[in-house]
């Protein structure tokens, strides 16, 4: 069984469930033989301790240059995002380097704002926390459209609202990845019930 590897950046100031979200729900999705079907790894610029929101400890897995091409990158949000490493060139660079290699390519909350920095957004219908939406309009005129949704799926590319979001956003992919009672059962297994009341 080929595993669908999934790759999540990380970089200070992450926001926690951004990151950990969509890490706990791709990392625990089995089939019904008890095997893992994603292989997760936290991904960053240097192999070193990171500070995630609030000073949430964070030790990546592997760097840029270690990681290789994913099935799935995962672009987390927070103030990190949109106040830091919206100026990182070396890592805007990556994102649009990896942005056609991907199979999926995924932002949730103001991790939107790294793929509109990086043109990757340009002519699309997107979303981001609710609380951003009207500076990502402003900032990226070249977004067709920036809407109040829980995510969107464009098929290879998606966007998520903020935080909670993410994680309905992992269980969506797993969902259409993997199929609808494997993602249901995750949901379960996480007590997530936003999923839930969404599918059932």
Known sequence: MEQIIVHILAFNEVEVLDLSGPYEVFSI???ENKEKLF???I???KKELLHARNRFPVFPH???EEAGIPDILVIPGGYGAEEIEIHNKKLLSWIKEMEPKVKILASICTGA???AEAGILD???VTTHWMDQDTLRKKYPKIKKVVHEKFIDHGHILTSGGVSRGIL???HLVEKLVGKKIAEFTARRMEFDPYLNDVI
């Open 169 to 171: 956003m992992s269980l």
């Open 43 to 45: 991904v960053a610029e």
């Open 29 to 31: 999705t089995e089939n």
């Open 39 to 41: 292989k997760v790894s």
């Open 123 to 125: 002519g699309m219908e």
């Open 62 to 64: 592997l760097t840029l």
């Open 113 to 115: 704002f790294l793929l």
